[in-house]
């Protein structure tokens, strides 16, 4: 079936560094791709999408471009801010399935320190 | 942009008594509505899936005369947690999904924390 994998985490980070939070996949249609953002006590935000092969999704200064060749999709900005410490989940959507749920990774949490 | 809330945000009962937790989509209509449990540094379990007017689909191992989902319209989705007892405490989130959504995209409520003594 269909499936996430996400870098485990915690990331802790000094602010203005660099992040990168790898996301791969395993889909049997062609998915869409999302990235959503749980701050503490929260529900979940979505933060950027990409539908296809290519397609690069942005929001807030994060950035992730939809890689089929490598079936990945991973999150990044250049210059990380305190508020920026939050929980993010790479998650799917495999239209070809039917009326189903997203899939989630299991989720990274980000502390940045100032 | 889609919203959806849920009410209460939090809510502290005692054992044995039961719970209701409202999800509603607030400026479209949700076709599809999805159940979720969180605990404390874990990623999101889902419990059951429901659409308008039919009977929600749980997943493997959730009771569902534990857990009871009514989706009686396309606006409102309740879960009710009966006879609560503290293994139920947990973080409950509600997400929402139109026939427009793109491409599956899901909208999600603010969630509600249930403490069950």
Redesign the interface.
Known sequence: GDSVTQMEGPVTLSEEAFLTINCTYTATGYPSLFWYVQYPGEGLQLLLKATKADDKGSNKGFEATYRKETTSFHLEKGSVQVSDSAVYFCALSDLGSGNTPLVFGKGTRLSVIA | GAV?S?HPSWVICKSGTSVKIECRSLDFQA??M?WYRQFP????M?MA?S?EGSKATYEQGVEKDKFLINHASLTLSTLTVTSAHPEDSSFY?C?A?SGTS??????????T?LTVL
């Open positions: 959806v849920q076709t599809t999805f540094k874990q990623s999101l889902l899936t659409n989130i997400s999904r793109g491409r599956g995209e899901q909208f999600f409520g603010p969630g924390r």
